[in-house]
C-alpha cells in the first residue's frame, strides 16, 4: 500500500498518532522481535506498541535504528509496569526503558494498569506529567483505565491522559468507556483487537469477509478504525502483518457495522482491571 496513506488521528496535546500499529506482545527480545518490527516498519507501519513487561524493548529499538526511517517519524509507545508505580521509580523506570530501547524520548508513555484508585496512582501520573513536560514522552496516557480510575486521576492532576489503551474487540466493544473518552478528549486504542486470532471464528465476520473480499482480522481492524478507534494487532508472521495493515482501501456500510456493533457481549479475554494486580506495592 501507499505508506503516506496510513491515517492518523490528532491527540488532545496538537500531537499525530497512526491509527494502526504493531503490538509486540510476547515477542521474544533478539531476532524475533526485530524481524516482525523490521517486517512492519517496511510495510508501511509507523506505530509499534512494546512496554517494559514485554522484556523485548532492546530488541525494538534495534529494529526501528536498522529500518533507516527517520525517528520523528515513528510513533514508539511504552509502559510502566505495575511495580514501578510511584513518583521516583516511574522516573527512573522510564530513564531504564529509553536506555534499552536507546532512543531519547518516546512517543507516548503508559500508566500499564490502574491498580484500583489510589494515591500511588496519581503519585505515578505527576511523574509522567513531568517527564511530559521535559519532553522526553511526546504524549502520555494510561492503560486499562476505566471511568472510575480516569475520574479520580483528572479530579487530582494536572494534564487530561491523550490515550486509553483498552481491551476492545467485537465481543468487548467498550460502548460506555468510548463515550467517556470522547467526552473528556481521551483517545481510545485497542488491545487485543484480532482476540488473539479468534476472530475467524466469528460466523459474521466471515461472511462479511468473503463478501468483500477480506479477512476476518481485516473486518474487525476497519470497524474499529471506522469507530475512530486506534488499532495496534500483534502477528510475528509476515504475511499477516501485511494483512493487517492492508484495511485502508475499503469501508463497512452501516448496516455492516451496526451488525457487527450487535456482537458485543462483554467478553473479556485480558484480566479485568478492577481485580488485576501484579505488584502494586
Ligand atoms: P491480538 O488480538 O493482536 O492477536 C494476536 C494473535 O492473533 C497472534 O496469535 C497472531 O498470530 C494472531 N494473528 C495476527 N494477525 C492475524 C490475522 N490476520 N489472522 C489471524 N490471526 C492473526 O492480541 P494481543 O494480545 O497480542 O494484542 C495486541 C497488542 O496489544 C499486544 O501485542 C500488545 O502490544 C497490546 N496489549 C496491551 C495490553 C495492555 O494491558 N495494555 C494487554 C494485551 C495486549 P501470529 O503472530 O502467528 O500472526
Not at 491515517?7 to 496538537?14: C, D, E, Q, R, T
Not at 514501578?84 to 494498569?113: M, N, P
Not at 488473539?196 to 479477512?215: C, F, S, Y
Request: with cysteine; charged share 25%.
Amino acid at each position: 500500500m501507499d505508506k503516506a496513506l496510513v491515517p492518523k488521528v490528532k491527540l488532545n496535546n496538537g500531537m499525530e498518532m497512526p491509527t494502526l500499529g504493531l503490538g509486540v506482545l510476547r515477542m521474544e527480545d533478539g531476532p524475533e522481535v526485530e524481524e516482525a518490527v523490521g517486517w512492519a516498519l517496511e510495510a508501511g507501519y509507523r506505530l509499534i506498541d512494546t512496554a517494559r513487561v514485554y522484556n523485548n524493548e532492546k530488541g525494538v529499538g534495534r529494529a526501528i535504528r536498522a529500518s533507516g526511517i527517520p525517528r520523528e517519524e515513528i510513533f514508539l509507545t511504552t509502559k510502566v509496569w505495575n511495580e514501578d508505580q510511584g513518583y521516583e521509580k516511574t522516573q527512573a523506570a522510564f530513564d531504564a526503558s529509553c536506555e534499552r530501547l536507546g532512543l531519547d524520548y518516546v512517543d507516548l508513555y503508559l500508566i500499564h494498569w490502574p491498580g484500583g484508585v489510589s494515591s500511588l496512582n496519581r503519585e505515578t501520573w505527576r511523574s509522567m506529567e513531568s517527564i511530559y513536560s521535559k519532553g522526553r514522552a511526546k504524549a502520555i496516557g494510561v492503560s486499562n483505565f476505566h471511568a472510575v480510575h480516569l475520574n479520580a486521576l483528572m479530579e487530582a492532576t494536572e494534564i487530561v491522559p491523550m490515550v486509553n489503551q483498552i481491551e476492545l474487540h467485537p465481543h468487548l466493544q467498550q460502548r460506555e468507556l468510548r463515550a467517556f473518552c470522547k467526552k473528556h478528549g481521551i483517545q481510545v486504542e485497542a488491545w487485543r483487537p484480532l482476540m488473539k486470532g479468534k476472530v475467524g471464528e466469528i460466523p459474521l465476520l466471515t461472511t462479511l469477509a468473503a463478501e468483500l473480499e477480506k479477512t476476518p482480522a481485516q473486518i474487525a481492524l476497519r470497524w474499529m478504525i471506522q469507530h475512530d478507534v486506534v488499532t495496534i494487532p500483534k502477528s510475528q508472521n509476515k504475511g499477516r502483518i501485511i494483512e493487517n495493515l492492508n484495511v485502508f482501501d475499503f469501508e463497512l456500510t452501516d448496516m455492516q457495522m451496526a451488525a457487527i456493533d450487535a456482537l458485543d457481549c462483554g467478553e473479556r479475554l485480558g484480566p479485568d482491571p478492577d481485580t488485576f494486580r501484579m505488584d502494586f506495592s
